[in-house]
């Protein structure tokens, strides 16, 4: 079964400063990758996703992130924070055949002024 | 394009009673999904339509748990009996179709407080 884990619950930048969520996978087989972003009181909304073309896959909002298949890993990343970044942040895998999302625990980001 | 409705957005009900949740999918989305996020819990699907058939319900409990999405648009999800446990934002979800390119669109959700 395919999992995610979201390393650090919270994650407290400054304005302008570089954004990096963690976010590793577990799968027996090569996954497709996901973060989506929750906004207070809003439902959840799709940053980017990995479909097993380009390893790095640009998304919304200057977001970005990187498959690394040798480290397991998907990190999710933004040169440079604005206060409208604040939210919670999801990962989530699911297999190339079935496309059921699992998510991770979610990071939610605090941007200082 | 109007986006994935749910109602209610905020429910508080006594642990025993029951309780119903109403969505309505994005027009022309075959596919529609619930979720339960539990406060520090990422979502995790409950069940899973396609038009009004279940695809998935092997996470749902279905000892108390019920959904149906009978004209293959909107759909209800109820709980009864709830209990505590079952406090959770009620997350609805659509797509056309089951590819990986068919975005799944997710409504704002209904919060459940069991007391």
């Known amino acids: 079964a395919q999992s995610v884990t979201q390393l650090g619950s919270h994650v407290s930048v400054s304005e302008g400063a570089l954004v990096l969520l963690r976010c590793n996978y577990s799968s027996s087989v090569p996954p497709y990758l996901f973060w989506y972003v929750q906004y207070p009181n809003q439902g959840l909304q799709l940053l980017l996703k990995y479909t097993s073309a380009a390893t790095l896959v640009k998304g919304i909002n200057g977001f970005e992130a990187e498959f690394k298949k040798s480290e397991t890993s998907f990190h999710l990343t933004k040169p440079s924070a604005h206060m409208s970044d604040a939210a919670e942040y999801f990962c989530a895998v699911s297999d190339q055949n079935d496309y059921k999302l699992s998510f991770g625990a979610g990071t939610t980001v605090t941007v200082r002024a | 394009e109007a986006g994935v409705a749910q109602s209610p957005r905020y429910k508080i009900i006594e642990k025993r009673q029951s309780v119903a949740f109403w969505c309505n999918p994005i027009s022309g989305h075959a596919t529609l999904y619930w979720y339960q996020q539990i406060l520090g819990q990422g979502p995790k699907l409950l069940i899973q339509f396609q038009n009004n058939g279940v695809v998935d319900d092997s996470q749902l409990p279905k000892d108390r748990f019920s959904a149906e999405r009978l004209k293959g648009v909107d759909s209800t999800l109820k709980i009864q009996p709830a209990k505590l446990e079952d406090s959770a934002v009620y997350l609805c979800?659509?797509?056309?179709?089951?590819?990986?390119?068919?975005?799944?669109?997710f409504g704002p959700g209904t919060r459940l407080t069991v007391l």
């Open positions: 979800a659509s797509s056309s179709g089951t590819s990986v390119n068919n975005e799944q669109f």
